[in-house]
């Protein structure tokens, strides 16, 4: 395992070299690992579990935007299509 303090580390080099360890610690160990190149993080290896939470989150997040914008709709009406295409010039 990679395990560090809160997230583990790893360059992507070392990842690569040790690619089957890092799938088995994210996969079984539920860890977490940030991949960096450079000194720089560049991506996150996650569970699935996680990824499924986030995917929920941005669901929830779309619906409330979406409802936020209908009731605005409704509160201050809306923009004929056509009109909002002549404005630019479509």
Known sequence: T???DDMSHLT???ARD???EV???VAYSKER???TRRGKNLVAVIPMEDLDLIERLEDHFDLET???GLTHAKKHGTVPWEKIKKE???
Do not use: E
């Open 88 to 90: 630019l010039g479509l």
């Open 66 to 68: 979406a409802r936020a």
């Open 2 to 4: 990679f395990k560090g």
């Open 18 to 20: 040790n690619f089957s």
């Open 33 to 35: 690992i940030v991949l």
């Open 12 to 14: 992507a080099a070392k």
């Open 23 to 25: 799938l088995s610690s």
